[in-house]
């Protein structure tokens, strides 16, 4: 815990910090990441991360469609297509099989994807086993959307290690915030610096105005860097909290055929951001009828993401999403501040959901 508060305070000054990287991907193969620049947003990040790769106008990206509308705004920024990826209905994320198959039908559609995208929903690590495996067998670049998944690991990795490029979000809503703010992961040097660059207007050297490429003006401000720098001191503490309402939820909730708590593939140490859980069939309600119940009593939930392929911008993109589907009509992201009183929650979803309870 002590190296990811050392990561999360590198990314924000921007420092590179190759020792640390290599410690957080121990177990990958030269493990050679380098830290890139804080930057405005994770939308800014991801747009980066996107155009480093490579993604420009005619290329196609495999991506997740159960996630937040910044993954897929990236890859239209860059004016490539989005080939839309089915979840596991378990754990709601992409996974090596999903992939695959969105491949094959991508390329039997006359497609030709080069660029997978994965989110780690919820904070909760995709399949990352079967996406490197397919990636390294297809030759395909991996990118990562880990907005939502600082403090999360995979098989003793930190998510955001495994792509060429990830993005971390600092927005006020995520585990470590720092009022607004994102920051790149980046797997080579070569792209630290042009990602720097890029995000300060292309500009050549310290003095003077010239510029050599069309760049952005996307670092984050000192004042919100500093605001996280605060914020990621409490980091371990937070995700502790975070992970021991999802626990309570886990132990009050194992019984209940009315309600499935999204999964945690193994392999996976979750940061506990969000409690998603889907209302079965077993349920006297379905998840609007739920949802109705705990605000009538105060209890503040969330439906799910609405999948991408349903925006009204990307709907004529390819790729079948059924599961993702059912997982928009069905899920729902359960209280889990870390003073989230889990008790009256359970209370409240035992009234709302009645049988199966
Ligand atoms: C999966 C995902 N991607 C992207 C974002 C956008 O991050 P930001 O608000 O820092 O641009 C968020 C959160 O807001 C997110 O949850």
Not at 301 to 327: K, L, N, S
């Amino acid at each position: 815990m002590h190296d990811l508060l050392f990561l999360a305070a590198a990314v924000l000054y921007g420092a590179a910090s190759v020792a640390l990287l290599a410690h957080l991907a121990r177990g990958g193969e030269g493990a050679s990441a380098r830290l890139g620049p804080r930057l405005l947003a994770l939308a800014a990040a991801l747009h980066l991360a996107l155009r480093l790769a490579g993604v420009g106008p005619g290329s196609v990206v495999l991506a997740p469609t159960l996630t937040f509308v910044a993954t897929l705004n990236a890859v239209a920024y860059c004016g490539a297509e989005p080939w839309f990826v089915d979840v596991d209905p378990l754990t709601w994320n992409v996974s090596g099989d999903t992939l695959e198959h969105a491949l094959r039908a991508a390329r039997a559609a006359g497609r030709d994807p080069r660029f997978v995208m994965v989110t780690h929903l919820y904070g909760v690590p995709a399949d990352l086993d079967g996406v490197t495996a397919l990636c390294a067998r297809e030759g395909l670049t991996l990118l990562e959307d880990a907005a939502e998944s600082l403090g999360s690991w995979w098989r003793g990795r930190h998510t955001g290690t495994f792509g060429r490029a990830a993005a971390l979000s600092f927005n006020g809503n995520k585990i470590v915030t720092a009022g607004q703010g994102g920051a790149l992961l980046l797997a080579s040097q070569e792209d630290a610096a042009q990602a720097r660059h890029l995000a300060t207007q292309a500009r050549v050297g310290r003095a003077g105005y010239t510029h050599d490429a069309v760049g952005f003006n996307y670092r984050m401000a000192n004042l919100n860097a500093a605001l996280g720098l605060a914020q990621v001191e409490s980091l371990p503490a937070l995700r502790l909290r975070r992970r021991a309402v999802q626990a309570a939820y886990q132990l009050a909730l194992e019984e209940t055929e009315a309600i499935a708590l999204q999964g945690v593939p193994s392999g996976a140490e979750v940061n506990g951001w969000l409690q998603g859980a889907r209302v079965t069939a077993r349920a006297r309600c379905d998840r609007d009828g739920l949802l109705a119940a705990l605000d009538a009593r105060g209890i503040d939930a969330r439906a799910v993401f609405q999948p991408m392929h349903r925006q009204a911008m990307f709907r004529g993109c390819g790729g079948a999403c059924p599961a993702a589907e059912a997982v928009a009509d069905t899920g729902l992201n359960l209280p889990n501040g870390p003073d989230t009183d889990v008790p009256r929650v359970i209370r409240a979803l035992r009234e709302g959901l009645g049988a199966g309870m």
